[in-house]
């Protein structure tokens, strides 16, 4: 079959620069054999690694007795024991024409996320697919996340075509498939090869065994594609990595040029405070030098005096990036907890850290068909258009204008792990002009009227364990005392200010956000609160106690078994939930998580309410009384 309408570059042009490209695609399609066989035909492989290979073929190998390439890319042991890639492996190799960084990355869903990883740094993709099993779905979700991630040039490696008798149907038919789900994704170019990486056919020579084919082969494919993707041409970015200070008399912020040009005596900004300087010095890795472009690592001295931190990015005075705390993004997800929109994460911009929280899901996008589909969360691999928030406003620009400045990840507070990655679509111009007023009365002042210290009590625990009963307890003595107090309850406030949200873990997460910013109101205040919700999630605990000052937050877990719960169960609520006539029932259908580090547990195991709330208000009066 010839080339799609797109087309692809001649090969036989003028040696070119460094091209970075990625292998992907379903699992087993021959990722890593297709690098071996590439590695192997432009001489890549020293003796030595060829007979340790050799010797490892027998061990490892799945090609009988002949050598397998694959082991060259799949180095770790556990690879070569499942006969997978798990981790993404790198490797340099050159021709007379090109020079070449490949990206070996896995094919099985499971590491999604490494696969994403590869292609954020890629100008190219070489998608595989098995001739025997045709276009999958995870063929389909590489292709779009190579689309999302800005890859511009794919060429799809029909793979396996000996086992598929080198038919021309088979081959026309595949490629007629993925060329109909990747014609709208914006790809420069599209380009299908029939391949064998076991034999090499069409991977550095043609083949005779498809006398059908008359495009070129992948070598010369990929040495003659133009992949620039003008970095240097784009506006000037520079995210600080380090502020370099080994003395007094020296001040410059280290890091590498994202995208544009500087020169000494260019006019710069602050991107996110907005203050002004110019460069006075450019210094390279051997000595100083006049200017410095994309990819260019230096070091940069201002001639003024700038607070300029970690995370800051410096931007031309003409042309600054948007700095802004909201935004729509296309997100992958690659937790397997899923994502619950109001639930905080932490984000990472470049080299700035802050958290953040998505506020609505637009759609998710179906990967096989890219049909946009509601939802409310979002599971393992799936992806989405999204609003999010953050709690500091950052220097952003369109992924589409600017990779190095539109990618952020969204990383997991409590695991820390990666849980997403994101691509920024366009900023969110929304309350722009409104600021938080200070008044002339604060908390401290109201706090002293009252003569006590403003004071979170957080009762968690299961349904029926008993932490209503004992915040009235605590409440009731409290005020007996003079403190000026207030209860927050969670069926209370599902009557009024929570009465849209059910049950649904995505609606327990806004509702426990709800509350929290009310505690805050009431603390501010100056009063005692006092908040009784089962809060299942320690996510959402840890986002109210970071609303509070330090020692505002008293967490009292209200520790009793479920089956006690059960039998208690004095609103029938058990009995329903494990008949099935309540569903995201806390303990029976949906999960509770206990406090690892309560500031009070409370075992109400032989306790009776008064003997429990007696031991809140010790730890309270203790409090109060410092």
């Known amino acids: 079959m010839d080339q799609l309408p797109l087309g692809h570059p001649s090969g036989a042009q003028s040696a070119r620069g460094l091209l970075r490209f990625l292998t992907c695609g379903s699992v087993d399609d021959g990722k890593s054999t297709l690098i071996g066989r590439l590695l192997y035909e432009s001489r890549q492989i020293m003796e030595d690694t060829l007979a340790t290979i050799e010797k ?283 994502l619950l929109p109001g639930r905080q994460y932490l984000a990472r911009f470049g080299n700035l850290w802050t958290t953040a929280s998505v506020t609505s899901i637009k759609h998710k996008v179906d990967v096989n068909t890219l049909e946009r589909q509601p939802a409310k969360k979002l599971d393992f691999n799936e992806i989405a258009v999204c609003n999010l928030a953050l709690s500091q406003r950052v220097p952003l620009d369109p992924y589409a204008e600017n990779r190095a400045t539109g990618a952020f990840i969204l990383v997991d507070r409590f695991t820390n792990r990666t849980a997403g990655a994101g691509m920024v679509d366009f900023a969110l111009r929304r309350a722009t002009n409104i600021h938080a007023e200070e008044f002339l009365v604060d908390k401290a002042a109201r706090a002293a009227l009252d003569h006590q210290k403003p004071l979170v009590l957080w009762f968690t625990g299961l349904s029926g364990s008993g932490k209503s009963t004992i915040a009235k307890l605590v409440e009731k003595a409290l005020h007996a005392e003079g403190r000026h107090t207030y209860t927050l309850d969670g069926d209370n406030l599902r009557h009024g200010l929570n009465k849209d949200l059910g049950f649904t873990d995505q609606d327990r997460v806004e509702n426990i956000r709800r509350v929290g910013e009310v505690a805050k109101l009431f603390v501010d205040a100056g009063l005692i609160v006092l908040c009784s919700f089962i809060s299942p999630f320690r996510a959402e605990r840890r986002m109210v106690r970071e609303l509070m000052q330090q020692g505002e937050f008293v967490e009292v877990f209200v520790d009793t078994p479920i089956e006690e719960c059960m039998k208690r169960d004095p609103k029938g609520l058990y009995a329903k939930a494990v008949r099935g006539a309540i569903s995201n029932f806390t303990g029976v259908s949906s999960p509770y998580e206990a406090p690892e580090a309560p500031e009070l547990r409370i075992d109400t195991l032989g306790l009776t309410p008064e003997q429990s709330a007696e031991l809140v208000l010790s730890h309270v009066r203790r409090r109060l009384d410092a």
């Open 56 to 338: 490892d073929s027998r061990k490892h190998g799945t090609t009988g007795e002949d050598v397998d390439l694959a082991l060259l890319v799949d180095g770790l042991e556990a690879e070569r024991q499942q006969g997978i890639t798990i981790d993404v492996a790198y490797r340099f190799f050159a021709t007379p024409k090109r020079s070449f960084i490949v990206a070996d990355t896995p094919g099985h869903e499971q590491y999604t996320r490494n696969m994403a990883t590869g292609a954020s740094n890629s100008d190219l993709a070489i998608i595989l697919c098995d001739a025997r099993k045709g276009v999958l779905t995870q063929t389909r979700r590489h292709t779009f996340i190579c689309s999302l991630l800005g890859i511009r040039h794919v060429v799809l490696a029909v793979n396996k075509m000996d086992l598929a008798n080198w038919d021309e149907a088979t081959f026309d038919r595949i490629v007629g498939d993925w060329a109909t789900f990747a014609a709208g994704l914006g790809f420069a170019t599209l380009t299908p090869i029939p391949v064998s990486a076991r034999f090499g056919d069409n991977v550095t020579q043609k083949s005779g065994n498809s006398p059908w084919y008359r495009g070129p082969t992948l070598l010369a494919h990929i040495e003659g594609v133009d992949a620039e993707h003008g970095a240097d041409q784009k506006p000037f970015r520079f995210p600080v990595q380090w502020v370099n200070r080994p003395n007094l008399d020296f001040r410059g912020f280290s890091g590498t040029v994202a995208s544009g040009r500087i020169a000494v005596g260019d006019g710069v900004v602050v991107a996110a405070s907005g203050r002004q300087s110019r460069v006075a010095r450019i210094l390279g890795p051997d000595a100083d030098q006049p200017v410095a472009a994309a990819g260019e690592a230096v070091t940069i001295c201002l001639a003024d005096e700038v607070d300029v931190a970690r995370g800051d990015v410096l931007a031309p005075l003409a042309d600054r990036p948007e700095v802004v705390d909201q935004f729509a993004a296309h997100l992958l997800w690659m937790d397997e907890e899923a």
